[in-house]
């Protein structure tokens, strides 16, 4: 038997979603041929060169590829929603 996934969604209002991502300290191994663990301490990616260009796929600190540094999302959903408030339940509120 399968098991099924149903999403309903309402139709709202638009919501805005900001997302920045942040490259942190550096993972890569550099004693993984000898068996062993030892990372350069770098802690955070700087890039090497301009936006749109191959330098800047590569830390000026510690000259690793940026996926060797560990990725943070930030993400911040802002909804604006104008609807009334519920009264179906009968209940009045002042």
Known sequence: MRKRQVVVRRMEEPSRISTS????ECQKNHAASVG???VDG??????S???GTAAALNCAACGCHRSF??????TEVVC????PPNSSDGIRRN
Do not use: N
């Not at 991502?21 to 942190?24: A, E, G, H, I, T």
């Open 21 to 24: 991502v942040r490259y942190r």
């Open 36 to 38: 062993g663990y030892a």
């Open 42 to 47: 770098c802690r955070e990616f700087m890039a």
């Open 49 to 51: 060169g301009e936006d």
């Open 69 to 74: 540094h560990r990725r943070e999302v930030d």
């Open 80 to 83: 604006e929603s104008s609807s």
